[in-house]
């Protein structure tokens, strides 16, 4: 399946390159991403399923999740290749890619000293006994005799993925992993051949780049990811990152690089930016990295999500190849739809990093706009047609309606969806009108256009009772009508009756086209530790003088991925947030005195917020389940998803929604 470029609205990321002495059909890349689809070593149907559908969606390469290849690591949760063992299923995997022209590369990475699980890694190898920034782990420092033996085992083990017919190779040397701690002075106080000077620092991955290609000769592609800015003090800024590539690159032995950001420190947020960041936020560093030795192949990379910035990124010289990690989950036909000029139809990232919440939490691999990962014909799915057609109606329009909507109505139902708001969305366009929030658009807009497309019968601004919902003679219904926050038991009820303490979203929808900034405090009063509650506070800094969050819990985001709540961090106190944990206010008789008393949750010790002119909460939710009742007394068959059947995340919620419009 050859890629033509004749017709396409981005001729030179879907035109041919040649890299290593192999030809891509076309520019885009899966990056490397852990799956959690692999059980002990073994290539599970998921894990079959995830990449050939990529290859079907129509990448041009794939470089897998990190492979077992060395005696030191022998992860159960990573495809086997340290032995011949894994050889069928390493065949059966690039059958499965390479048969569709999409070039197969395997990872190859240990983390080293590097964690950010929780708790320590006692087996760690890495270059010097000092402590990881996030986990305090102290790796086993590698003797030089043990470096020489694990260089030969990772280039035994590509010379076995090379055999079961894989193109090549990346080596990880970014994001902190054990690579990135050799060549950074920072991690490396070695005081032998392979620490101190550039040289010293940079022999490792040469020597290992060497053996690969001594192994595998060519054509063999060896990639390698280098660290660009890695936000650590005394490690690696892009002047010494520029300084390792000229290193590195001077043999001319690697067939392509990329740079990237962060490590495994507070810096780790940056090697995956969310919608806070400006778009393509390294291409210019990468563009610059690159001139190190101008004739490797680059690769952009970074919070790239739109083909146009795909296209940009080639036309503008920054890059031969454009790495999609996030985006290619979320569609894996992504190349497919935007060389054939069918951009509407592509369900875009939401680059929440939802995924790598999922991995690093021991879960499969999930996607907050794709509840299919992995799962059979992923690319382009459609549902198949029921052989009887149903009246179904759905009561809310937020993405768990939404999606229950569509998918029902693309299996042939007759599907009425009542919403009481003139727009479609829910909450989540809430959402996404905060700041950083405004991807989240992209799931209600696929959901529109599928639902449009399949004949969804849309009934906004209406605010459906029973009456509603039964004039429609419905064989079944979707109760999707969200649900809202519980008030705190401390903030009396006729204060919430007149609105005077209202919860944050509530505050948030009054105030979204204000500009005035008023003098005085507000405080948010966090019991929910999600995204949207961090948003809030982000917004309301351009609205009050001062903003301060109050919290029961000893740490704010703890319902965030830890790269999510590195970056609000980040993020609020750059913005000046005052953040009080483990305290509780008690009441609100103080408010006439401008000040809000707490207490610590702990020892009961008393916290005076003074300047205080208004609060808000965010709180657990209680589900809107009212029509429950009336409607299944009526003899009606009622399905409740999304926070209507319980209050739960965007991903529970789009994936409750979909299993639910595939059942009916």
């Known amino acids: ?34 799956t959690r689809f692999t059980r002990n070593g073994r290539a599970t149907p998921e894990l079959i399923n995830y990449y050939s559908s990529r290859a079907a969606g129509g990448a041009g390469m794939i470089v897998t999740e990190p492979v077992a290849m060395i005696s030191t690591n022998r992860d159960s949760g990573r495809l086997r290749a340290y032995d011949d063992e894994g050889h069928d299923d390493l065949s059966r995997l690039a059958e499965a890619v390479e048969g569709q022209e999409c070039r197969l590369l395997g990872q190859v990475q240990d983390p080293g000293r590097g964690r950010h699980e929780v708790g320590r890694n006692d087996a760690a190898i890495g270059v010097s006994p000092l402590p990881d920034d996030l986990s305090w782990t102290v790796p086993h420092a590698l003797s030089a005799a043990q470096i020489g033996q694990i260089i030969g085992e990772w280039a035994a083990a590509c010379g076995r993925l090379k055999k079961a017919g894989w193109s090549g190779v990346e080596l990880s040397s970014g994001h902190g992993h054990l690579f990135h701690q050799f060549l950074s002075p920072w991690a490396n106080a070695r005081e032998d051949a392979y620490g101190g000077d550039l040289q010293g620092r940079t022999r490792f991955i040469r020597e290992l780049i060497a053996a690969i290609r001594a192994e595998c000769g060519r054509p063999f592609v ?12 005394g490690s690696i800024d892009l002047e010494e990152a520029r300084k390792i590539a000229e290193v590195v690159g001077a043999d001319s032995e690697l067939d392509y690089w990329t740079f990237v950001w962060g490590a495994h420190a507070n810096s780790l947020w940056t090697h995956l930016p969310n919608a806070h960041a400006e778009r393509a936020p390294y291409m210019e560093a990468i563009a610059s990295l690159r001139q190190a030795n101008p004739k490797i192949p680059t690769g952009a990379i970074g919070y790239l999500t739109d083909p146009n910035e795909g296209e940009h990124a080639v036309e503008s010289g920054a890059a031969e190849l454009v790495f999609l990690g996030r985006p290619l989950i979320t569609d894996p036909a992504w190349p497919n739809k935007a060389r054939e000029g069918r951009e509407p139809e592509i369900r875009y990232c939401v680059s929440c990093n939802t995924c790598w919440r999922s991995i690093i939490d021991g879960h499969r691999l999930e996607c907050d706009n794709n509840p299919r990962v992995a799962q059979a014909e992923e690319a382009d799915w459609q549902p198949q047609p029921v052989k009887k057609s149903k009246r179904v109606v759905v009561v809310g329009s937020g993405i768990a309606g939404m999606e229950a909507a569509w998918v029902s109505a693309a299996r042939g139902h007759q599907v009425t969806l009542f919403g009481q708001s003139d727009e479609v969305g829910g909450k989540t366009r809430l959402h996404a009108e905060l700041p950083g929030g405004e991807n989240l658009s992209s799931i209600y807009d696929y959901q529109w256009l599928a639902a449009k497309k399949h004949g969804v019968n849309f009934e906004l601004g209406v605010l459906a009772e029973a009456k509603t919902v039964l004039d429609a003679s419905p064989d079944v219904i ?46 948010l009063i966090d019991r929910d ?32 991925a830890l790269v999510t709540r590195q970056e609000i961090y980040q993020r609020l106190y750059d913005r000046n947030v005052d953040i009080i944990t483990s305290c509780e206010p008690q009441d609100l008789d103080a408010l006439e005195e401008a000040e809000l008393h707490a207490i610590n949750v702990y020892n009961g010790k008393p916290t005076v917020i003074e300047d205080v002119i208004a609060i808000t909460y965010a709180t657990a939710r209680k589900p809107d389940d009212r029509l429950a009742a009336p409607l299944t007394e009526a003899g009606l068959e009622v399905i409740t998803v999304g926070d209507c059947h319980a209050p739960r995340s965007v991903l529970s919620a789009t994936r409750h929604g979909h299993s639910v419009g595939l059942s009916l």
Do not use: W
């Open 1 to 34: 399946m050859g890629d033509s470029t004749e017709a396409s609205s981005y001729p030179l990321l879907f035109s041919p390159v040649e890299i290593g002495g192999l030809q891509l059909r076309n520019r885009v890349a899966h990056a490397s991403i852990l």
């Open 529 to 560: 530790h999600t995204e949207m509650t961090y948003a809030a506070a982000e917004r309301l800094t351009e609205l009050f003088e001062h903003v301060t969050v109050v919290t029961p819990r000893d740490r704010i985001a703890s319902d965030c």
């Open 222 to 233: 060896i990639g390698a990811k280098l660290p660009g800015d890695d936000g650590v003090a």
């Open 478 to 523: 979707v109760l999707a009508a969200g649900a809202e926050m519980t008030p705190p038991s401390f903030i009396p009820q006729e204060y919430i009756d007149e609105d005077f303490v209202p919860d944050v979203r509530s505050l948030m929808q009054s105030m979204l086209d204000r500009k005035q900034r008023e003098e005085g405090r507000i405080v």
